[in-house]
């Protein structure tokens, strides 16, 4: 079965700690994995994609086929980063919008 | 601008009346996604389309349609309300191949069925 877990509801962190949003998923084969964020009362939005490998606004997250796990992660939270994150799977056969969505993890950043 | 619009942005309506939540796209993108979005359950598939004429189930199908008769547009259907499905709703448009398409989403629909 594809699936995607996210194990934290909510993540707290001061301003300047490290953070990190845990996601695991299941899935045979070669998956393709993202990172969305929804600001308060914004749309969501693709953070960052593992296939492409880059930095967004300082998260990075790297695919662990072994662990099979695609954490987020920020050396030096923001109070800007406070959103909502949800790690999405591609499904198998699915163009990039048929996504399997995790449950969401809420980060507050506190100053 | 490209951008996925839903209207309305807020809806409140009564058990049964039937309803339709509009979502239309200008990136003439194939793929079209509903979404409900719960608190504790994240982003639930309703339905999706493939492209015009082109539409299955997601997830959570009941007590929903869709249609797909304009590549641009996929209105969301609820022939018949009721209050479990008070919820917000999102529309998700993207191209159906290619390595870096993203999914663009609209703004959102709260729906309160009472």
């Known amino acids: 079965a594809q699936r995607v877990t996210q194990p934290e509801k909510l993540l707290s962190v001061f301003k300047g700690a490290p953070v990190e949003l845990k996601c695991n998923y299941s899935?045979?084969?070669?998956?393709?994995l993202f990172w969305y964020v929804q600001y308060s009362r914004q749309r969501l939005q693709l953070l960052l994609r593992?296939?492409s490998r880059e930095s967004i606004k300082g998260f990075t997250a790297d695919l662990n086929k072994g662990e099979t796990s695609f954490h987020l992660k920020k050396p030096f939270a923001q109070e800007e980063d406070s959103a909502m994150y949800y790690c999405?799977?591609?499904?198998?056969?699915?163009?990039?919008?048929?996504?399997?969505f995790g449950k969401g993890t809420k980060l507050s950043v506190k100053p | 601008e490209a951008q996925v619009t839903q209207n309305p942005r807020y809806l409140i309506t009564v058990t049964g009346k039937k309803l339709t939540v509009t979502c239309s796209q200008n990136?003439?993108?194939?793929?079209m996604s509903w979404y409900r979005q719960d608190p504790g359950l994240g982003l639930r598939q309703i339905y999706y389309?493939?492209?015009?004429?082109?539409?299955d189930k997601g997830d959570v199908p009941e007590g929903y349609k869709v249609s797909r008769k304009e590549k641009r547009n996929f209105p969301l259907i609820l022939e018949s309300p009721s209050p479990n499905q008070t919820s917000l709703y999102f529309c998700?448009?993207?191209?159906?191949?290619?390595?870096?398409?993203?999914?663009?989403f609209g703004q959102g629909t709260r729906l309160t069925v009472v």
């Open positions: 990136m003439n993108h194939e793929y």
């Open positions: 389309s493939m492209n015009v004429e082109v539409t």
């Open positions: 999405a799977l591609k499904r198998y056969g699915g163009s990039q919008g048929n996504l399997i």
């Open positions: 593992h296939i």
């Open positions: 998700a448009s993207s191209h159906g191949t290619g390595e870096n398409t993203e999914a663009f």
């Open positions: 899935y045979s084969g070669s998956p393709e």
